[in-house]
């Protein structure tokens, strides 16, 4: 039976995708062989480089999709835009194609046309999949609504069948991991599966579902398309559903878009556990500024708040 998720369920999630994303982010671009030299990534985790986790573009996203939610109470697309607005900064490591589109939007052009032009056909990218976690937690009662506001939420940069579902399938994997308290591997990826709109999510995660804690996971990607990210993301956390360190460890230790793995990674996993599983060294490590801890922790807080507001509803 399904449980409403807690106010910790919560702050896990935000808190847990910035954390991976910043722990990844030095790393992005890097073969799994040169991390392992380097790190490896278990050391990463244990002592990763610098005093301050700084994170990127995945997870300055991600805020502009749960400030939506909290101000909206369901994605507005124009909205959720003006979000991208308000909180882009260029030294985040935005790719040219969200930084042209966020530009127009500023500008106030025809953006929507603009994303038809930068990416012909609809992005594949995972961008839409990285900042999708907000959208898990609100709706997490009601899957069908999950769904559905996870597509609106990939709507400004990403109409690419394959980007949305991304988006989908991060969004439906946070909202399953808040639900339940004891994780059931066949049921988490049958419910995933059954909810996939494209071919390639539903053979993916069909694979996925029969994958033991130690398989490999790099056959299914490690790269910015959706389609060879956001099964790997997923499954580092069923591999360790109860252990959110190895979640992220994992995550990075396959290489390449390492920053983004680890944050949606992360957010499913802290979606899970709760903030108490994240290490508390890593959390007093993560950036301070005006968007920083702090905040995440204040917007976390909101979006729990609304969440129960819309239940009372």
Known sequence: MAESPSREQFLGCLIGQAVGDALGAPYEGLPADMIDAMGPAERIVEHPSGRTLFYTDDTQMAIGVAETLVRCGEIDEDALAARFVANFDPGRGYGYGARRLIKVMAEGGPWRRLREEVFPGGSM????????????????????????????????????????????????????????????????????????????????????????????????????????????AIGCFAASPDDYPTVIRRAIGLGHDTDTLAAMAGAISGAHLGLWAIPSRLVRSLERGPKGRSYLIDLAEQLYDAYRRRKKE
């Open 125 to 232: 990218g995972n961008g839409a999949a990285m900042r999708a976690a907000p959208v898990g937690l609100m709706f997490a009662d009601d899957l069908d609504r999950v769904a559905n506001e996870a597509e609106k939420s990939a709507l400004p940069t990403h109409t690419h069948p394959i980007g949305i579902d991304g988006a989908r399938m991060v969004a439906l994997a946070v909202a399953l991991a808040v639900r339940t308290p004891q994780f059931e591997r066949r049921a988490f990826f049958d419910e995933l599966r059954r909810r996939a709109k494209t071919e390639e999510f539903q053979w993916q995660l069909s694979v996925a579902a029969q994958l033991g804690p130690d398989d490999s996971l790099a056959g299914f990607g490690t790269t910015l398309l959706a389609h060879r990210s956001v099964v790997t």
